[in-house]
């Protein structure tokens, strides 16, 4: 595996933004309603990311130390203004559907993560590929929620019904609580099932790179890195 498509593997898979790091949870959790929200939301996110941390890489040589932050935020807005004007003229359904949730991509901890993690310590190309493996991860992680949200509140997945005629929609899974209960029960999985996660502990000693416990006085990755 080459370190461009270790990029994109890592981002989807070993350290899903969403899955493994709980990063973006509040866009996650507003936005999947259905499985189409969360695909707009993820694509869109995708884009905003490939695009930061290509350009925030150009440009890490120039950005002065002490206003580092501000900069990328200017980057990342200017992207996202552009991204939210594109999908008012073109996808105006969806882009009413996802509201403020748009703009508000500015602020996901993910991007600025990547970008001030990875972005400004590596160069475009790469940079580029890690954005899309994290963008991919994300949109994965969404469509994922907001399938089992549609499937059970609505008995359809991308609006296409699944269900049988006589099924009675549990409604209260497209509304606030549902998102909760669907990453609960999602997050309780991996734990079962020993997969690497943030609340699972997996961070702990060799797989400190994987996922993050949360545990950082005593986490053998930092300790390493001092």
Known sequence: MNKYTERLYNGIWKENPIFVQMLGLCPTLAVTTSAMNGLGMGLSSTVVLVAANFIISLMRSIIPGRVRLPGEIVVVASLVTIVDMLMEGFTPD???????????????????GRAEAFAMK??????????????????????????VRELLGAGSIFGVAIMPASYQPISIFILAPGAFFVLACLTALQNKLKMPSATNGSAKGKKAKTACCGDCANCAESKTEE
């Open 94 to 112: 969806l882009y009413s559907a996802l509201g403020i949730y748009i703009p508000l991509i500015v602020v996901n901890c993910v991007i600025l």
């Open 122 to 147: 590596n160069k475009p190309i790469i940079s580029a590929f890690d954005g899309a493996g994290m963008g991919l991860g994300f949109t994965f992680a969404l469509v994922c929620i907001g399938a």
